[in-house]
């Protein structure tokens, strides 16, 4: 294994410098990859990524915190925007994450979904990486410059607000019902499921959404619902 590739990687794309390297490669190990070489005496990413979520969790709350006057529930949506799947999917695939992750064959071919699960994982375990190697400072460092620097888009373009909670307030008013969802399909292994859900109002089928987890679909489905609701 050519280590200098994850430390390159480090100094160019992270803009930081790694004591230990071996960390960084850790943090770019999927569980499947060990599945095919089980000679290998190396660890998976997986408790980088328990580490990091916590760290991503508490740097964004607290640049929140300090920046924003606003109410507890409008952070906490802004927040949730910032940390869900498809963003930090999306920053780690801008980042150039996707090549270096060390996948098993079949994970390699999987679904675009499990791709961007996949990254995002990888986004937590480096930042678990970091925060061991580099320190708090580093990871704050990190988060801020490639996820952070997100929110004026997300803020913009009103991305943050919940679907779910604007869908109940407007049906409430328009139509004296609370919406209801129903999951309508499921397909796909465990690890790679899809769901279908539908949302209905007053009993009449408003709008329907797939996901990778029901609460995804809820909200696509409630977005789908909300469109009706425009003029």
């Given at each position: 294994m050519d280590t200098n590739i994850y430390r390159r990687f480090a100094?160019?794309?992270?803009?930081?410098?790694?004591?230990?390297?071996?960390?960084?490669?850790?943090?770019?190990?999927?569980?499947?990859?060990?599945?095919?070489?089980?000679?290998l005496k190396l660890e998976h990413n997986e408790r980088y990524e328990f580490?990091?979520?916590?760290?991503?969790?508490l740097i964004v709350t607290e640049y929140l915190f300090k920046n924003f006057n606003q109410p507890e529930g409008i952070l906490t949506n802004w927040r949730?925007?910032?940390?869900?799947?498809?963003?930090?999917?999306?920053?780690?695939?801008?980042?150039?994450?996707?090549p270096l992750i060390r996948l098993s064959k079949?994970?390699?071919?999987?679904?675009?979904?499990?791709?961007?699960?996949?990254?995002?994982?990888?986004?937590?375990?480096?930042?678990?990486?970091?925060?061991?190697?580099?320190?708090?400072v580093g990871a704050v460092k990190f988060i801020r410059e490639?996820?952070?620097?997100?929110?004026?888009?997300?803020?913009?373009?009103?991305?943050?607000v919940d679907p779910k909670s604007q869908l109940q307030e407007v049906s409430q008013s328009k139509e004296d019902a609370t919406p209801s969802y129903r999951?309508?399909?499921e397909e796909g292994p465990d690890h790679d499921k899809l769901f279908t859900v539908g949302v209905y109002i007053n009993g009449q089928l408003a709008g329907t959404g797939e996901g990778p987890s029901k609460q995804i679909a809820q909200q696509k489905a409630a977005s789908k619902a909300l469109e009706k609701y425009k003029d």
């Amino acid at each position: 294994m050519d280590t200098n590739i994850y430390r390159r990687f480090a100094l160019e794309n992270l803009k930081l410098e790694f004591t230990d390297i071996d960390k960084l490669v850790t943090a770019f190990t999927h569980r499947s990859y060990l599945n095919e070489h089980k000679k290998l005496k190396l660890e998976h990413n997986e408790r980088y990524e328990f580490l990091g979520d916590a760290v991503l969790e508490l740097i964004v709350t607290e640049y929140l915190f300090k920046n924003f006057n606003q109410p507890e529930g409008i952070l906490t949506n802004w927040r949730s925007s910032l940390v869900r799947t498809e963003s930090i999917g999306a920053v780690a695939d801008k980042l150039g994450f996707f090549p270096l992750i060390r996948l098993s064959k079949g994970e390699k071919r999987g679904s675009e979904r499990a791709r961007q699960q996949i990254l995002a994982n990888c986004y937590e375990a480096v930042i678990g990486a970091i925060y061991l190697d580099v320190g708090y400072v580093g990871a704050v460092k990190f988060i801020r410059e490639s996820l952070i620097v997100t929110l004026d888009e997300i803020l913009k373009t009103g991305s943050w607000v919940d679907p779910k909670s604007q869908l109940q307030e407007v049906s409430q008013s328009k139509e004296d019902a609370t919406p209801s969802y129903r999951v309508l399909n499921e397909e796909g292994p465990d690890h790679d499921k899809l769901f279908t859900v539908g949302v209905y109002i007053n009993g009449q089928l408003a709008g329907t959404g797939e996901g990778p987890s029901k609460q995804i679909a809820q909200q696509k489905a409630a977005s789908k619902a909300l469109e009706k609701y425009k003029d």
